[in-house]
T-cell receptor, first 110, second 116 residues
Framework: TQLLEQSPQFLSIQEGENLTVYCNSSSVFSSLQWYRQEPGEGPVLLVTVVTGGEVKKLKRLTFQFGDARKDSSLHITAAQPGDTGLYLC??????????FGAGTILRVKS | EAGVVQSPRYKIIEKKQPVAFWCNPISGHNTLYWYRQNLGQGPELLIR????????DSQLPKDRFSAERLKGVDSTLKIQPAELGDSAVYLC??????????????FGPGTRLTVL
C-alpha cells in the first residue's frame, strides 16, 4: 500500500489569512482526492484531480496535482471560520482503493 | 436523496464483548466500503464490496472481524471479541463505480466505538 504524508498536521490561523496544505507520496496515483471532515461526520469530497499538473478551483480553494502525480496541494485564500475542519487527501490506487493521508486539522479563528 | 445511514452512532462496550455495526448505502450504489478511523488519522479500508462480493478484504483482521452484505444492499460489520485497540470510528461509504479515476465515495457519519 502506498503512503501519503500530509503537512502540516495542525494549522491555526486568523480569519482572512491564506494557507496551503501539502500531500506528498513517493508513489504515483491514478488520481487524487481532497475531502473535508467535520467532527462527528464522515468525510465529504471536495475535488478529484486526475491529470498531472492539473489545477482546479472551488471558490476560495485551489487544488493542484503535481506533474508526476505524486503530490498535491490545497490552497485556501482568505480563510473563514467555516473552513475549520479536517482536510484529508486520498490517492486512488488501481483497483479502486483509496489510501488516505493522516489529515490536516485547520482551525480558523474569527 | 438520503445519504449513507449508519447505526448506532455511538457504542460503548467492555472488552471481549461482541459488537455489530449496520450500514445502509445510497440507493443504487453498487460498491460499499467499511473503513476504520483512529483518532488523529485518516480512514483505513477494512473491506470493499462490489454488489454482494467482497473484492478486497486484505486489511480485515479476520480472526475477530467479519462482514456481510446480503442482497448487495445493507451491510453489517461485526467484531467478536472486541479488544481495547478496536476503539475507533467505523465509517461506511458507498459509490457508484464508474471509473477508477473518477469515483466519489459518499461517507456515512460513522459509529464511534469505545471499548473499556
Amino acid at each position: 500500500t502506498q503512503l501519503l504524508e500530509q503537512s502540516p498536521q495542525f494549522l491555526s490561523i486568523q480569519e482572512g489569512e491564506n494557507l496551503t496544505v501539502y500531500c506528498n507520496s513517493s508513489s504515483v496515483f491514478s488520481s487524487l482526492q481532497w475531502y473535508r471532515q467535520e467532527p462527528g461526520e464522515g468525510p465529504v469530497l471536495l475535488v478529484t484531480v486526475v491529470t498531472g499538473g492539473e489545477v482546479k478551483k472551488l471558490k476560495r480553494l485551489t487544488f493542484q496535482f503535481g506533474d508526476a502525480r505524486k503530490d498535491s496541494s490545497l490552497h485556501i485564500t482568505a480563510a473563514q471560520p467555516g473552513d475549520t475542519g479536517l482536510y484529508l487527501c486520498a490517492g486512488a490506487e488501481y483497483g479502486n482503493k483509496l489510501v488516505f493521508g493522516a489529515g490536516t486539522i485547520l482551525r480558523v479563528k474569527s | 436523496e438520503a445519504g449513507v445511514v449508519q447505526s448506532p452512532r455511538y457504542k460503548i462496550i467492555e472488552k471481549k464483548q461482541p459488537v455489530a455495526f449496520w450500514c445502509n448505502p445510497i440507493s443504487g450504489h453498487n460498491t460499499l466500503y467499511w473503513y476504520r478511523q483512529n483518532l488523529g488519522q485518516g480512514p483505513e479500508l477494512l473491506i470493499r464490496y462490489e454488489n454482494e462480493e467482497a473484492v478486497d478484504d486484505s486489511q480485515l483482521p479476520k480472526d475477530r472481524f467479519s462482514a456481510e452484505r446480503l442482497k448487495g444492499v445493507d451491510s453489517t460489520l461485526k467484531i467478536q471479541p472486541a479488544e481495547l485497540g478496536d476503539s475507533a470510528v467505523y465509517l461506511c461509504a458507498s459509490s457508484l463505480l464508474v471509473s477508477f479515476a473518477d469515483n466519489e465515495q459518499f461517507f456515512g457519519p460513522g459509529t464511534r466505538l469505545t471499548v473499556l
